[in-house]
């Protein structure tokens, strides 16, 4: 398996910088970035996917006024979602379906782009692999839309108090224990000080405070999660037992967007993490992916899934079956989790691999030789919860893509 290993060009300049700086200052600057050579592009840019045009009044419009420059009513957009993209110069012998990634909870498309410590991100990979490759921030979050109403409703008293969305704000307390950082649960801030790391983790630690010279940086990521405020948003969505990704009551904004932009890019390969880990499954089973219900392989635009810590579901029906049979389905978790693969997974695998689909769970600390693909590895050991800004990332980018291709994909 080759793995590119950036190089590191470091301008004399930035060096004196950089030298200059207090150590706490050093966080990802320009001198900080990792030189990774020239970048052939045939095309970079960005776009939305429709969102929904709704009316509001004058009142709604603005929360206490706007000094010189009245704001009026009439027709205003939420729930658009926002993508990015870079599409490589073509390379001969190489052909792929684009590929789009989604990012979890709390977090932004950030997440695929340069890491923390500043080398190179999936994104950049991935596009020098041969692949068309799309950033979308999830509805609600960094550049996509938001319903802003009701908070606006609620300053101005139209609405209670009780009206108001929820917020989700992300600490270094839940970062710690839902990445899996420490080798036990933060309880006390800040966490690089009162927990202990993973002795062979592979995030980079440093920018999240531990070690001497070490910085924050990581924690810019991280920004305020809006899915309260999303139209389709509800006290408890999906909490009937009949819930299944294609009902009624389990249409999301975001794979509902990400089912249309498979549609508009003629087919794509889906890749999703943490929080929206099944996205890419409820994405093939809207009707705009084409896939749901199954008629033709030409027809289903969602062309290959893959999910990063978990998001299987235990309780598909039939036709959801039949439809995720024809898609190839790759299930990836890190390290300090479970050695036993989740319930929901295992009956998942059963059911579609049993209607003679093509669906793996891979646990990177249980890997065995050839299980994903020929020559796929075996146990890779010290991935956490983030797994694409990890010190081995290219490798695990290369797994996935090497199963993509094995699937001709």
């Not at 669906?359 to 890997?367: D, H, Y």
Request: hydrophobic letters at 40%.
């Amino acid at each position: 398996m080759k793995i590119q290993t950036p190089r590191v060009a470091l301008a004399g300049a930035a060096l004196l910088v950089l030298a200059v700086m207090p150590t706490v200052a050093a966080a990802q600057e320009v001198s900080d970035l990792k030189s990774n050579g020239n970048l052939h592009l045939k095309g970079y840019g960005s776009f939305f996917i429709q969102g929904n045009a709704h009316t509001i009044d004058s009142a709604t419009a603005v929360a206490g006024g706007f000094p010189g420059f009245p704001i009026p009513g009439g027709l205003s957009m939420i729930d658009q979602m926002y993508v990015q993209y870079m599409l490589p110069q073509a390379q001969s012998g190489k052909k792929h379906y684009p590929i789009v990634f989604v990012h979890g909870c709390c977090l932004s498309s950030k997440s695929w782009q340069t890491t923390p410590d500043g080398r190179m991100g999936w994104d950049e990979y991935f596009v020098r692999q041969g692949f068309d490759t799309y950033l979308a921030d999830q509805v609600s979050r960094a550049r996509s839309g938001f319903d802003a109403t009701k908070y606006n409703m609620v300053k101005n008293n139209v609405l209670p108090t009780s009206a108001l969305p929820s917020i989700l704000i992300a600490s270094d307390q839940f970062a710690w224990n839902i990445f899996r950082w420490g080798t036990t649960p933060c309880t006390a801030s800040p966490c690089s000080s009162t927990t202990t790391p993973h002795p062979d983790i592979r995030f980079p630690m440093n920018t999240v405070g531990v070690g001497q010279g070490s910085n924050l940086q990581f924690y810019n990521q991280v920004i305020p999660d809006m899915n309260g405020t999303l139209s389709d948003a509800k006290p408890q969505p999906c909490a009937a037992a009949a819930c299944t990704p294609s009902a009624a009551d389990a249409v999301f904004n975001t794979p509902a967007q990400m089912a249309a932009l498979s549609n508009k890019l003629g087919g794509a390969i889906l890749v999703a993490h943490s929080e929206s880990a099944d996205f890419p499954t409820r994405a093939a089973l809207q009707a705009a992916s084409g896939c749901y219900p199954y008629t033709t392989a030409s027809a289903c635009k969602v062309k290959g899934i893959i999910q990063l810590e978990t998001g299987c579901f235990g309780n598909l029906t039939g036709p959801e079956i039949t439809t995720l049979s024809h898609i190839p389905i790759l299930i990836v978790v890190g390290d300090y989790t479970s050695p036993t693969t989740p319930a929901s997974c295992q009956t998942m695998m059963g059911q579609i691999n049993g209607a003679g689909g093509d669906m793996r769970f891979a646990r990177l600390p249980s890997l065995t030789p050839g299980s994903l693909y020929p020559g796929s590895p075996g146990p890779i050991f010290g991935n956490e919860h983030m797994m694409m800004l990890d010190n081995n990332n290219q490798q695990i980018a290369q797994i996935l893509i090497d199963w993509a291709s094995s699937r001709g994909l």
